[in-house]
């Protein structure tokens, strides 16, 4: 069974431009999640999606996006990249909506630096 | 609002010794607890988890946490520490009414001396 799969897993882009992140869940799930992660700030919470519907958002700005489509994949958008944004972007997927029903399993992560 | 302590950026231990890694949680509700682990370059792989019941929770790879409500704490132990477990160590805490949101610590780095 094939774990979920980010794409692509490093990429570089300069200050101002944007980017668009992709996460495959595990076939039949239907929840996933963003991260970002850095040595500064540590694991946050951006978004989750589940059936197409944002669940939940972080305490982040409007540059970042994100949207499900209907076969569960996920991408995440940054716009207007600052430096700051140079972080380790994680995705979870999840079969349920609820943590104490299904696990979340994490995929690799999308590496981006910003230069 | 959630907020996960874990006082220990980096510990070191011998293998073979023994391994307590601390982590203390702030939350109002009932909190579901995680340990997760990450080696470099890879994403967060599930230790264990609490939700419920038995205070006691054993994981994989011969790792048990201990739920202490009283004290707010979720201490990840393992009797003796291997090579392979040399990585850097998440405690999350969630609860259902945020569906999969998790809030995590800050991490702690585990070095294990030969």
């Known amino acids: 069974k094939a774990g979920v799969t980010q794409t692509p897993r490093y990429l570089i882009k300069t200050r101002g431009q944007q980017v668009t992140l992709s996460c495959s869940p595990i076939?039949?799930?239907?929840?996933v999640s963003w991260y970002q992660q850095t040595p500064g700030q540590g694991l946050q919470f951006l978004f989750e999606?589940?059936?197409?519907?944002?669940?939940n958002k972080g305490n982040f700005p409007g540059r970042f996006s994100g949207r499900q489509f209907s076969n569960s994949r996920s991408e995440m958008n940054v716009s207007t990249l600052e430096l700051g944004d140079s972080a380790l972007y994680l995705c979870?997927?999840?079969?349920?909506?609820?943590?104490?029903?299904?696990?979340?399993?994490f995929g690799e992560g999308s590496r981006l630096t910003v230069l | 609002a959630q907020s996960v302590t874990q006082p220990d950026i980096h510990i070191t231990v011998s293998e073979g010794a023994s391994l307590e890694l601390r982590c203390n949680y702030s939350?109002?509700?009932?909190?579901?607890l995680f340990w997760y682990v990450q080696s470099p370059g890879q994403g967060l792989q599930l230790l264990l988890k609490?939700?419920?019941?038995?205070?006691l929770v054993q994981g994989i790879k011969g790792f048990e946490a201990e739920f202490k409500r009283s004290q707010s704490s979720f201490n990840l132990r393992k009797p003796s520490v291997h090579w392979s477990d040399a990585a850097e160590y998440f405690c999350?805490?969630?609860?259902?009414?945020?569906?999969?949101?998790?809030?995590f610590g800050a991490g702690t780095i585990l070095r294990v001396k030969s």
């Open positions: 979870a997927s999840s079969l349920s909506g609820g943590l104490d029903t299904g696990e979340l399993f």
């Open positions: 609490y939700f419920s019941g038995d205070t």
């Open positions: 076939s039949g799930h239907r929840s």
């Open positions: 939350y109002g509700a009932t909190p579901y």
């Open positions: 999350a805490v969630g609860a259902r009414e945020y569906g999969n949101k998790l809030v």
């Open positions: 999606y589940f059936s197409e519907t944002q669940r």
